[in-house]
């Protein structure tokens, strides 16, 4: 089922795939694909969604798994910021429906939230979480990075 699915235009991205652009390809799967979906955003060919609480994630992966220094860290942080993406804000509304698919799936808030996200903005999620992509693979709105077309 590898690269049967179209590209969506509009896209929540989660941690997993934001980490992969930090990532060499040798060392771990779906970076290639991460790579290229971020190399897509920044030709303007997909537009990327990202809720507020993905820069403390993301710091704090690069902070406890990954051997760097606390330059290199700012500095992935500040490269992740001048992006461009667009930022969502937590709202009660995505909250109330980040805790429903809590629930429903079992899996913690902040990967409810994404989905809630996506759900909201009328968009796709993609991750790059193997797990999370199983828990939930009655979402259509839901991809893995590996289901993209990405050429």
């Known amino acids: 089922m590898e690269g049967d699915k179209m590209i969506p235009e509009r896209i929540v991205i ?6 992969k652009w930090f990532r060499k390809e040798k060392m771990e799967k779906y970076v290639k694909e991460s790579k290229k979906l971020r190399d897509y955003y920044l ?3 997909v537009e990327i969604i990202i809720p507020d609480f993905i820069f403390y994630e993301f710091t704090n992966v690069l902070r406890y798994k990954v051997d760097l220094t606390e330059d290199e860290i700012y500095k992935g942080v500040k490269s992740l910021f001048n992006m461009g993406f667009e930022i969502k804000h937590a709202d009660p509304e995505t909250i109330k429906e980040s805790v429903y698919i809590s629930f429903k799936y079992a899996i913690p ?8 996200l996506a759900d909201q903005e009328k ?3 993609v991750t790059a979480d193997d797990h999370l992509k199983e828990i939930v693979k009655d979402k259509r709105n839901v991809l893995h990075v590996k289901e993209l077309s990405l050429i």
């Open 109 to 116: 808030i902040t990967e409810a939230y994404y989905i809630a």
């Open 123 to 125: 968009a796709f999620l």
């Open 14 to 19: 989660d941690t997993s795939v934001v980490l």
């Open 43 to 45: 030709k303007g060919i």
